[in-house]
């Protein structure tokens, strides 16, 4: 599928705001992807498609997770997380797009995972550092990834954990082990 149609019906799922991150997480998914030797249509595409369900009714993507059979657990934790798993799923099966590299690097935008594959850590550091972001912090993962994606990866994960503790929010099993697989990885 080319950049302009999957722009086209992505935009119709999103807000003006959340159009405008997608953009930038396009752009800086490309340009990681260049820089790390990844796909960049399949980052391109991931990018676009990454927020798919941001905007789903919170019924509409329980019913999603208990129908398709997604991990229970999800149902135990925030409702932002759901978006992830969801979009993906949507995204296969509105959109039509079948690449399962593609997809998977949707699935798992929000928590991380283990065994992340580098398709999953340019979305998820982009998603991250894209120009729109202003998050504490954000500025030395941007210089982070101009060098290395795992470094970045890791300092990203560790400040979404941090900015959890400091809501009080309990923390997702997969973001937790995504943490330490990738924190023993760069060691
Ligand atoms: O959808 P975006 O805003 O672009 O970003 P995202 O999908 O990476 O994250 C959405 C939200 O999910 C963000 O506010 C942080 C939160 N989040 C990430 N990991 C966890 C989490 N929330 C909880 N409660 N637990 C987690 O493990
Ligand atoms: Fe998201
Ligand atoms: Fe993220
Ligand atoms: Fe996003």
Redesign the pocket.
């Known amino acids: 599928m080319d950049r302009d149609k999957a722009l086209r019906i992505v935009k119709k799922q999103l807000t003006e705001k959340r159009y405008v991150?997608?953009i930038g997480?396009m752009e800086t998914a490309i340009e990681l992807a260049d820089r790390f030797h990844v796909d960049r249509d399949k980052a391109e595409l991931a990018a676009i498609f990454?927020?798919y369900a941001?905007f789903r009714n919170k019924e509409e993507m329980r019913q999603c997770i208990i129908d398709q059979k997604m991990p229970h657990d999800l149902l135990l934790h925030h409702e932002e997380l759901w978006h992830a798993p969801v979009g993906a799923y949507l995204v296969k099966k509105e959109v039509g797009i079948s690449d399962e590299e593609i997809l998977e690097a949707i699935r798992c935008?929000t928590s991380g995972k283990i065994n992340m594959s580098q398709l999953d850590k340019v979305i998820y550091v982009a998603?991250y550092i894209e120009p729109n972001r202003d998050f504490p912090g954000v500025e030395v993962v941007r210089d982070s990834a101009k060098t290395s994606l795992d470094i970045a990866v890791v300092q990203a994960m560790k400040n979404t954990i941090l900015f959890l503790l400091t809501r009080n929010q309990p923390i997702y099993p997969n973001t937790f082990h995504a943490y330490n697989d990738m924190m023993m990885k760069v060691k």
């Open positions: 991150h997608t997480v990454h927020d941001k935008h998603d």
